[in-house]
């Protein structure tokens, strides 16, 4: 009986190791980079746990370390910043949908037998789709793009894509102006924005060979926001996360 009880207590061990390091994974979806610090007051967990799950994750090749001098040219001359990871592909394998390759595979058959508009027209069609399923929570949140922002990735965090919504300046790298950035008056500059981040997509593989899949998306994101939003990263391109700047630009109250 005493052996019984033993051998329970370490699997009790090892499944609540396994689902505090799923906790961990998740986070790095979501908020990645995050440093050991941040993922140990998110998680209520201990420096040193923390970081016992963050080696056991190296390990397995889950995690990486990121680069933020790659993301913030402003953290320069102010001393070496802590250390913060993001999840690898592996790491994100174990995220991923099982249904990935079926769809891959059934988006091959159709461009085969039915040409490259076809499959553009079913990027649309789940870009409608996507439209549908979320407009009536974003349009909830009222007529704020900031609120709409949120509400929208709420919505796509349900649906696995992890996201969440940062400013501009919150240690990514901020784009160059473009045609489809709403600029200030006079300055040529970017109007103040948010990044609506994906940590986490389900159909990514998908993505990298079919981008209309991901060009689709982002024009559901401009129809639910009201504003013309900007791809800016993708995981499909492989990039840890997949970055949308959304223009500020809240409609005045009357």
């Known amino acids: 009986m005493l052996i019984t009880d033993a051998k329970q207590t370490d699997a ?17 979806a979501q908020d990645g980079p995050v440093t050991a610090a941040d993922l140990a007051a998110g998680l209520g967990l201990t420096p040193a746990a923390v970081r016992r799950h963050l080696d056991a994750l190296a390990e397995q090749d889950a995690i990486e370390e990121y680069d933020p001098a790659v ?11 802590a250390r913060s990871y ?4 592996t790491g994100h394998a174990g995220l991923e949908h099982h249904y990935d390759d079926l769809a891959a ?5 159709l461009a085969e037998h039915s040409g490259a508009d076809a499959v553009a ?11 549908g399923r979320y407009a009536a929570r974003v349009a909830a949140a009222g007529d704020s793009v900031t609120a709409r922002t949120k509400a929208l990735a709420a919505a796509l965090t349900e649906d696995g894509f992890a996201a969440s919504v940062r400013p501009v300046d919150a240690g990514l790298p901020t784009p160059a102006p473009s045609a489809t950035i709403t600029q200030l008056p006079a300055t040529g500059l970017p109007a103040p924005g948010l990044q609506l981040c994906q940590g986490h997509c389900p159909v990514r593989h998908v993505a990298s060979e079919f981008p209309a899949v991901c060009e689709a998306e982002a024009e559901a994101f401009s129809q639910l926001l009201g504003v013309r939003v900007d791809r800016q990263a993708t995981m499909a391109g492989g990039e840890h996360l997949c970055r949308t700047l959304v223009p500020e630009i809240d409609k005045p109250t009357t």
């Open 105 to 109: 595979a059934a988006l091959r058959f």
């Open 121 to 131: 027209t079913f990027a649309r069609e789940r870009g409608e789709a996507l439209v």
């Open 12 to 28: 009790d061990r090892s499944d609540t190791a396994t689902a505090t390091r799923d906790r961990v994974r998740q986070t790095l």
């Open 71 to 81: 993301a913030d040219a402003d953290s320069r001359g102010r001393g070496r910043p």
């Open 86 to 89: 993001v999840l690898t592909e």
